[in-house]
């Protein structure tokens, strides 16, 4: 058996969140440099890390990519992190088939490079990342996720995960207070701001596309009960299965608040928290990880592609950099009752299937 339930374990119960990965970038590097393996910490002043093994022998340069920051939730009423998206699961795998693939010898030709990155939940790790030059010298990068039960069961796995984009914008809108007892005063930031969300529900594209938007968070407290609020914060979700999509999808959001508000008398500034790109992978790596599966769970075990709602900010790296071949699949585990989930589980048996798959990909590619 592997280490992969160890490592694991481990990081489950430190969950940090994007960019304050230090106790998790500090195991993983530790692990990584105790098996012979170079690590370079602190990619561009973060937490992100890359790891190298190099064969000796000229040849392609192939990254592996996991992320490592969990997610905030507020559970009766207290603020904390928590894994529920499966990135101490991801972790564990790169690092424990990153071990294996060393003390095997099974890297013949060119160079493995180890991708650990904070932050994909803010968007913003994978960019942090590209800055730091973690990509300079890559020419195929893979990446994986675990996959919800309705998608893929234990012993199954889709070679490809085409994500959505997703915008995220808040809208912060400007009213002015008064005595709740001679409202004509002011302008009610609340008012304005529930016909925001009623002006944005409103909006349509066309039928043919895959698009949602829907506000997710409402904040506005005058302090107290009798005054006309001055300022509400709300913020909103928006997703396309395309990019370019997104960009109208965005505007027309962005002039449906400001015109709504500005007819009670208020104003909006729209501000874009953070962006993900729509996937774009490539046939190349897309079929070592075809392969690889079947190698692993054979042609039962093989899916169809695999098409989500959900975004991932992995998808930087090939936008970024065309040049490189971006592959990203999606692993079976039973995962309930759903990604971000407080109570989100898996079956952590798949874990060491993961391995094996990674494993069987680069031996594909540099064995």
């Known amino acids: 058996m ?11 119960e430190i969950p940090e969140l994007g960019f304050q990965e230090f106790k998790t970038s500090a195991y993983i590097a530790d692990q990584l440099e105790s098996a012979g393996i170079k690590v370079t910490r602190g990619i561009n002043n973060t937490t992100g890390m890359v790891a190298e093994i190099d064969s000796g022998v000229p040849g392609p340069v192939l990254a592996l990519r996991a992320d490592m920051d969990a997610l905030g939730h507020i559970i009766d009423g207290v603020a904390c992190a928590r894994h529920t998206c499966g990135h101490d699961g991801h972790s564990s795998v790169v690092l424990t088939a990153a071990q294996e693939l060393l003390n095997e010898g099974a890297i013949k030709k060119g160079r493995l490079k180890l991708l650990f990155q904070p932050a994909e939940e803010l968007g913003a790790g994978a960019l942090a990342m590209i800055e730091g030059g973690a990509l300079e010298d890559v020419e195929m990068i893979l990446g994986f996720h675990v996959r919800p039960l309705e998608e893929c069961h234990v012993g199954q796995a889709t070679p490809a995960v085409i994500y959505s984009a997703c915008s995220t914008l808040e809208a912060t809108i400007k009213g002015a207070p008064a005595h709740a007892a001679r409202p004509h005063l002011g302008v009610n930031a609340l008012d304005a701001a529930v016909q925001a969300v009623q002006a944005v529900n409103a909006i349509h594209l066309p039928p043919g596309l895959t698009w949602s938007v829907k506000a997710t968070r409402f904040l506005c407290d005058a302090g107290v009960t009798n005054s ?4 509400a914060r709300v913020v909103w979700d928006l997703r396309s299965q395309e990019n370019a999509p997104m960009e109208v999808l965005k505007e027309k959001v962005t002039l449906a608040i400001q015109h709504s508000v500005a007819a009670l008398g208020a104003k909006a500034d729209v501000a ?3 962006e993900m790109p729509a996937a774009e992978i490539h046939e190349e790596a897309t079929a070592v990880i075809r392969a690889a599966i079947v190698d692993v769970l054979g042609e039962d075990g093989l899916l169809d592609t695999k098409t989500t709602p959900g975004s991932e900010d992995f998808f930087y790296y090939p936008v970024k950099n065309p040049q490189v071949k971006a592959g990203f699949w999606g692993l079976g585990t039973n995962l309930v009752p759903g990604l971000h989930h407080p ?15 990674f494993k069987a990909a680069v031996v594909r590619v540099l064995g």
């Open 228 to 231: 006309v609020p001055d300022e």
């Open 343 to 357: 109570e989100m589980r898996f079956e952590l048996s798949s874990l060491e299937i993961g391995v094996k798959i």
């Open 272 to 274: 874009v928290l953070k």
């Open 2 to 12: 592997s280490n992969v339930l160890e490592h694991y374990h481990f990081l489950h």
